[in-house]
């Protein structure tokens, strides 16, 4: 298990981010200069860094490194292309059933 992290935009990546992702972390801050924090979690043991706006610094499976600009900004993410949070907490719990 590898735990993520939050690192402050425009600070050196957190030690656990791999160096291959260091230059294109890098060049969405310049893109985003809005932006406030970074988040490194791991999907499938690979590191998964997002940015405060949306952006995400990825490894795909075959080692390469992927920007995906994610929609909702704001550091929401859905990978079904919708807004990833809303303010009406009563179907918070509707995927159960």
């Keep these: 298990m590898q ?3 939050r690192w ?5 990546p957190h030690p656990s981010v791999p160096s291959s992702l260091h230059e294109a972390i ?3 801050e310049a ?3 809005d932006a406030d924090s970074w988040t490194l979690t791991w999907l499938e043991g690979r590191p998964r860094c997002q940015l ?3 952006v995400i610094v990825t490894i ?7 920007v995906i600009d994610a929609p ?3 550091g929401a993410f859905d990978p079904n292309g919708g807004p990833a949070h809303d303010d009406d907490d009563d179907d918070d719990d509707a995927w159960l059933s």
């Design 3 to 5: 735990l993520g992290a």
């Design 8 to 12: 402050a935009a425009g600070s050196p």
């Design 26 to 28: 890098a060049a969405q």
């Design 31 to 33: 893109a985003h200069p």
């Design 52 to 54: 405060s706006v949306g």
């Design 60 to 66: 795909d499976a075959a080692g390469a490194v992927q």
């Design 72 to 74: 909702g900004g704001a």
